[in-house]
């Protein structure tokens, strides 16, 4: 196996979707992550991020040079006022991809797996070419969501999180051990190497030292896959090397 970006983090470049939805605002699919701390590094263009969490409801301007990051559980929304472009540093690499995101779809929705599963659901993973929109169908149906969410929130405070949260656990339970697995070869290893070179260290040795060795990706393993909230380049470290 090869070494893994630093830290075990996802890196993705993010094209933030421009057309407008239900409520008049152009961007993304509002979703939240079970397990995954996100960040944004905002490259180019403006716009905003939308959040419901322990802090009730609230709107960030996003633009170039704004770092920004919620922790687990955040509902963010993307909106895109002009060329929005960002860097996302995912946390856990490879949870995201794996399912660890939850929309906010309309509760009927979240309380069936099947009709979830159809819902959230791209013809062919959103590989790139796939038609976008089936991408904006899924996002338009979480935005109906999150809008009933967010007057939610507004009138009884953030204990009407509670609902989205509860059925996030259920819908995600079944893949629990895939997730694990992904986080012991990822995040979890990078830890635990950096233990294993402070206790060689401090017995004096730097061994380690002597296997350094230099990575690169040129250009991005994937260009245009349909995303929650545009579309993304990613970049994967391959998984071995000759």
């Not at 659901?121 to 169908?137: I, S």
């Not at 509860?166 to 995600?172: F, M, W």
Request: charge should be negative.
């Amino acid at each position: 196996m090869s070494d893994p970006l630093p830290g075990g983090v996802g890196v993705s470049r993010l094209c933030v979707y421009d057309t407008v939805t239900p409520d008049g605002r152009p961007g993304g699919t509002p979703h939240l992550h079970l397990c995954c701390t996100e960040a944004y590094v905002v490259t180019g263009g403006e716009g905003a991020v939308q959040t419901l969490s322990g802090a009730g409801f609230a709107e960030h301007a996003l633009s170039p040079g704004t770092v920004l990051w919620f922790t687990p559980g955040t509902v963010h929304r993307l909106i895109n006022l002009g060329g929005l472009d960002i860097v996302v540093v995912m946390g856990n690499s490879g949870l995201p991809e794996a399912g660890d995101a939850v929309f906010t779809f309309p509760p009927e929705v979240l309380a069936d797996p099947d009709r979830y599963a159809k819902a959230a659901g791209l013809p062919n993973g959103g590989a790139p070419g796939t038609d976008v929109t089936h991408a904006f169908t899924r996002r338009d149906l979480a935005i109906e969501g999150f809008l009933q969410l967010r007057e939610e929130v507004e009138r009884d405070g953030p204990a009407a999180m509670a609902r989205l949260h509860e059925a996030a656990v259920a819908l995600k339970r079944p893949h629990l051990d895939t997730w694990r697995t992904r986080w012991e070869n990822g995040a979890f290893r990078a830890a635990q190497l950096t233990g294993v070179q402070l206790d060689a260290l401090a017995r004096g040795d730097g061994g380690h030292l002597r296997s350094a060795r230099v990575h690169a990706l040129p250009e991005p393993s994937e260009r245009g896959r349909l995303g929650m909230c545009g579309l993304l380049d990613t970049y994967l470290p391959p998984t071995g090397e000759k």
